[in-house]
């Protein structure tokens, strides 16, 4: 079984959360709760990923990964 590294976000929007994956283009959900978008861009990274090598496209992978927050005031 091949296993590869992702990079996701999650993010709280007005209704519940966004969840995407910056290495593949167009990978994308939400959810009620942070817990069932984590749950739901899981398993719409693995069908990304399980179309890809079926097609023999090449599966990218996180090398490094840094993710913080800022605070801007003006």
């Known amino acids: 079984m091949e296993r590869y590294l992702l990079a996701i976000a999650v993010e ?10 910056p290495q593949l283009q167009g990978c994308y959900t939400q959810g009620d709760t942070y817990e069932e978008a984590q749950a739901n861009i899981k398993e719409a990274v693995s ?8 097609c023999g496209e090449h599966v990218p992978s996180a090398d490094n990964v840094s993710l913080t927050t800022l605070h801007v005031a003006f």
């Open 12 to 21: 709280k929007d007005d209704d519940g959360y966004f969840a995407y994956c």
């Open 47 to 54: 069908l990304v990923i399980e179309d890809m090598v079926a």
